[in-house]
């Protein structure tokens, strides 16, 4: 089988998340259908790959396996946020999505890279482990835990990147929730992740200022290029 290494970079900006989720369901049924029709055809055409990157208004997203009580507002308080809630079929439980927060949706078709999706959720990890170190910040992993983390291996350990992802014929679709300039009050509504002792921290929070978004959306996206060997 050839390997198509070529993926499409898109930014979409401040983005819905409901409208990004359904853009994001065409882009991965499209991918599976392709696989599909390769498979039926007997042929061997290459499966597109995207890298999608996006902003989302404040809303809060629970997974397949998360508890509804983990999200601790109402409606009305909700509505007080300007946050909205949606029930979705990545893995993992809940978390929060808002301005400042890179969010990444790969939409790969691991056949091209490697079909191992730890392997996908560690490559991940690394790249934005990769990012914090050319800012001073060590980011490293939980044992036991997905996503990225500042002090892992002490009662400090605060959780500043989020992963959920979804794989169905070795496509891939969700991804990654990185915390640059997040306003991290808006976790304190939840129970992130369904872990209730545990902090969540940004970029922000960690070097005492804003961050330039775009140049750490850049250096984000040049590693998880370089990792996974990507030809854009």
């Not at 029709?37 to 396996?65: C, F, M, Q, W």
């Not at 999505?97 to 490559?123: A, E």
């Not at 978004?213 to 060997?229: A, R, W």
């Amino acid at each position: 089988m050839n390997k198509n290494k070529k993926v499409i970079i898109q930014d979409w900006g401040l983005l819905d998340y409901q409208a990004a989720w359904e853009r994001q369901e065409m882009i991965f049924s499209s991918t599976v259908d392709a696989k599909v029709a390769n498979r039926n055809n007997n042929v061997d055409r290459p499966v597109p790959n995207h890298l999608i990157v996006v902003e989302h208004p404040h809303v809060y997203t629970l997974g397949k396996s998360g508890k509804p009580e983990n999200l601790l507002l109402d409606e009305n308080e909700l509505k007080d946020k300007r946050a909205t809630f949606y029930k979705i079929n990545r893995g993992g439980d809940i978390t929060y999505h808002g301005p400042g927060q890179i969010v990444g949706y790969p939409i790969l078709d691991l056949d091209n890279f490697f079909t191992d999706i730890h392997l996908y959720l560690r490559t991940l990890e690394q790249a934005v482990i990769d990012t914090l170190a050319e800012y001073g910040i060590q980011g490293g992993r939980y044992p036991g835990y997905t996503g990225v983390w500042l002090d892992p291996d002490n009662d400090k350990a605060r959780k500043i990147c989020a992963l959920g992802v979804r794989c169905s014929r070795w496509v891939t679709m969700h991804g990654f929730a990185f915390n640059v300039n997040t306003d991290l009050d808006y976790f304190k509504n939840i129970i992130p992740c369904g872990i209730d002792d545990k902090d969540v921290t940004s970029m922000k929070r960690e070097l005492g200022r804003e961050v330039d978004f775009d140049e750490v959306k850049q250096i984000l996206l040049k590693n998880i290029i370089t990792l996974f060997g990507m030809e854009v």
